[in-house]
């Protein structure tokens, strides 16, 4: 990775950037929303499109010299449309938040009432949590999941009807199941609610077919960009074609300045990764790598929420051991994983401790783990939540992960 500018220039941040790149390379990432990008999407990111204002959209902007930024922007539209099979897309949300907050200003007034999953079951803060603009400025109604971690879609049909919303939210940061986006339709339908997908997690599962597609089922889809899709971090929206104009008004001029459009390059880059027949071995691989995880760690003897993954991800059930989720995302750390403690349901410890650590494996897929390589994860991942207090045994643990990491160079 070439930092000879930086060295020069900041020293300071060159050495984080690099010490950065060896945590890296050194670490098991099994944040579930996190992977490793392209070299051609970084390029792309560190281009000279970061010089560039271009508020509006293509060929109506309020900046002159857009001509290339023009070009670059509807290639990244339209890669977005074709890979998700959507009509119209927004390539300029900033975030995935953003692009949700786009979609509530495009179709709702403040106070309306929106449905979606609770954030403790596996929604996200942008979908009405309390003290996220969402629940803030809109009336939320909450579903969660059953005791088989699945949404139970008589409940959520339920609510619907005695609740009216507006808008409809499925797909979730913390959901291990295939969500059944027809089953969503039918009940929007039922009450005359808006459909909006989040499907931020598995954009590139639904970009490579490995998950069902939402784009028959839903008015909206809003994803994040850098989960298991591999681009740079930001949001896109996309929609049906008679929401087209307000959604971009709610972007812009309504949410946003000037769009990245360095970023929306990236975006552009890793749309076109996305359709590559590779891209969808890579997609089928993270599922595999995610259920010999799950395997693997029920194996060793410990807990998953709702059991077998169908998708990327996983919650570990760490109430049996008596641990939390904070003190244990903290112990893997130090064996060399990195994970984020994460709430199960009905969890007895506060979002600041929790029970439970979420595990996924788009990161590790990208490096090359195959499924013996995450048995192997999941046996160090037991071993060290099990003897947690005894520093040698971590230490080894530590030393497994590096060979495993050094079995899958990255950026070198
Ligand atoms: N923070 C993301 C996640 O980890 O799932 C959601 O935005």
């Given at each position: 990775?070439n930092?000879?500018n930086?060295?020069?220039?900041?020293?300071?941040v060159?050495?984080?950037?690099?010490l950065?790149?060896?945590?890296q390379q050194?670490?098991?990432e099994?944040?579930?929303?996190?992977?490793?990008?392209?070299?051609a999407?970084?390029?792309?990111?560190?281009?000279?499109?970061?010089?560039k204002?271009?508020?509006?959209?293509?060929h109506?902007?309020?900046?002159?010299?857009?001509?290339?930024?023009?070009v670059?922007?509807?290639?990244?539209?339209?890669?977005?449309c074709?890979?998700?099979?959507?009509?119209?897309?927004?390539?300029?949300?900033?975030?995935g938040a953003?692009?949700n907050?786009?979609v509530f200003?495009?179709?709702?007034?403040?106070?309306d009432?929106?449905?979606?999953m609770?954030?403790?079951?596996?929604?996200?803060?942008?979908?009405g949590?309390?003290v996220?603009?969402?629940?803030?400025?809109?009336d939320?109604?909450?579903?969660?999941?059953n005791?088989?971690?699945?949404?139970?879609?008589?409940?959520?049909l339920?609510?619907?009807?005695?609740?009216?919303?507006?808008?409809i939210?499925?797909?979730?940061?913390?959901?291990s199941?295939?969500i059944d986006?027809?089953?969503f339709?039918?009940?929007?339908d039922?009450?005359?609610?808006?459909?909006?997908?989040?499907i931020?997690?598995i954009?590139?599962?639904?970009?490579?077919?490995v998950?069902?597609?939402?784009?028959?089922y839903?008015?909206f889809?809003?994803?994040?960009?850098?989960?298991?899709?591999?681009?740079?971090?930001?949001?896109i929206?996309?929609?049906?074609?008679q929401?087209a104009?307000a959604?971009?008004k709610?972007?812009?001029?309504?949410?946003?300045?000037?769009?990245?459009?360095?970023i929306?390059?990236?975006?552009?880059?890793a749309l076109?990764?996305a359709?590559?027949?590779e891209?969808?071995?890579?997609?089928?691989?993270?599922?595999k790598?995610?259920?010999?995880l799950?395997?693997?760690?029920?194996?060793?003897?410990?807990?998953?929420?709702?059991?077998?993954t169908?998708?990327?991800?996983?919650t570990?059930d760490?109430?049996?051991?008596?641990k939390?989720?904070k003190?244990?995302?903290n112990?893997?750390?130090?064996v060399?994983?990195?994970?984020n403690?994460?709430?199960?349901?009905?969890?007895?410890?506060?979002?600041?401790?929790?029970?439970?650590?979420?595990?996924?494996?788009p990161?590790?897929?990208?490096?090359?783990f195959?499924?013996?390589?995450?048995?192997?994860?999941?046996?160090i991942?037991?071993?060290?939540?099990?003897?947690?207090?005894?520093e040698?045994?971590?230490n080894?643990?530590?030393?497994r992960?590096?060979k495993?990491?050094?079995?899958?160079?990255?950026?070198?």
């Open positions: 990775m930092l000879e930086i060295k020069r220039v900041d020293p300071e060159a050495q984080q950037i690099e950065e790149l060896q945590r050194e670490t098991i099994l944040i579930a929303s996190e992977n490793c990008t392209s070299l999407v970084m390029e792309a990111c560190g281009s000279v499109l970061t010089n204002y271009a508020e509006g959209k293509p109506k902007r309020y900046y002159n010299g857009c001509e290339y930024i023009d670059i922007e509807e290639i990244a539209q339209k890669r977005a074709k890979l998700f099979n959507m009509e119209h897309a927004n390539v300029q949300p900033h975030s953003q692009a907050m786009a200003m495009a179709t709702m007034k403040p106070g009432r929106v449905l979606s609770d954030l403790s079951n596996g929604g996200h803060l942008s979908h949590s309390p996220n603009f969402s629940g803030l400025y809109f939320v109604k909450s579903y969660g999941i005791d088989y971690g699945e949404i139970d879609y008589d409940n959520v339920q609510l619907a009807k005695e609740h009216r919303p507006k808008l939210i499925c797909g979730a940061s913390n959901y199941k295939i986006f027809k089953k339709r039918e009940i929007a039922e009450v005359g609610a808006l459909l909006l997908a989040d931020a997690h954009a590139g599962l639904v970009a490579a077919g998950h069902p597609s939402p784009s028959e839903c008015d889809v809003t994803t994040t960009t850098h989960k298991s899709l591999r681009g740079p971090r930001g949001g929206i996309m929609c049906k074609e929401y104009n959604i971009d709610a972007v812009f001029p309504g949410l946003q300045g000037g769009p990245l459009e360095h929306i390059a990236g975006k552009a880059v076109l990764e359709s590559k027949p891209f969808k071995e890579y997609a089928q691989q993270i599922v790598n995610a259920k010999a799950a395997q693997g760690l029920i194996d060793e003897g410990m807990d998953i929420v709702g059991g077998m169908e998708n990327h991800l996983m570990l760490l109430r049996k051991t008596g939390t989720g003190d244990m995302a112990v893997l750390e130090k060399g994983i990195t994970a403690k994460n709430t199960v349901p009905n969890d007895p410890q506060s979002p600041f401790v929790t029970s439970g650590i979420r595990l996924g494996t990161a590790v897929t990208t490096r090359g195959k499924q013996d390589d995450m048995i192997e994860v999941a046996k991942i037991a071993s060290a939540i099990f003897s947690s207090d005894n040698i045994g971590l080894n643990l530590r030393q992960s590096l495993l990491c050094n079995k899958y160079p990255l950026y070198s």
